[in-house]
């Protein structure tokens, strides 16, 4: 599994934001439907009806971001080494992303946590915005998308690549 721009690829399977576990939120992207996972979303939106796909309260990555990751990293590192079998602090829930997904009927928010610790770059952010976009104009491109992201995922090995690549691999989605 890895993380490109906005989007988690686990095997075959694309998400907008971390891949949830348990109830937790969600977006999944399917060939057929944005799906909303997790307690209180739990929805399927055919493609044929989405109009389009926005993303906000994507956290940006800054200095003072990335300083803050790593020191919540080190303190809970820290607490759970000092406490017998853990505190449980370190399990902090990641800060929530919203994915409007625009129909005939009305534009539905979707909630699905962040994955990246410090935040996105502004690179990542804007290609992947252009892509989620790009998914909305019609079936061939959804398909031919999606089906390159999900390759990808498959034949991918050894986690997350590089800013530099992620952003390549964005544009290359994007046409």
Known sequence: MAMVGLF????GDVY?????????????????????????????????????????????????RQVEAVKDLAIGTVLELAMAGGTGLGGEVPPLMRVGVESPDGVHELAAYVAAAAGYSQNETELSRALLSRLTEGQATLETTLATMARWGRTHEGGTPRRS???????EWLG
Request: charged share 30%; net charge negative.
């Open 16 to 64: 907008v934001g971390a891949k949830p576990s348990g109830h937790g939120p969600g977006v999944r992207l399917t060939p057929e439907a944005v799906v909303g996972l997790g307690d209180g979303q739990s929805r399927l939106h055919l493609w044929e009806d989405v109009r389009d796909l926005t993303v906000s309260d994507v956290p940006v990555r800054t200095l003072m």
């Open 8 to 11: 988690w690829i686990a095997e």
């Open 165 to 171: 690549e992620r952003e390549e691999l964005l544009r």
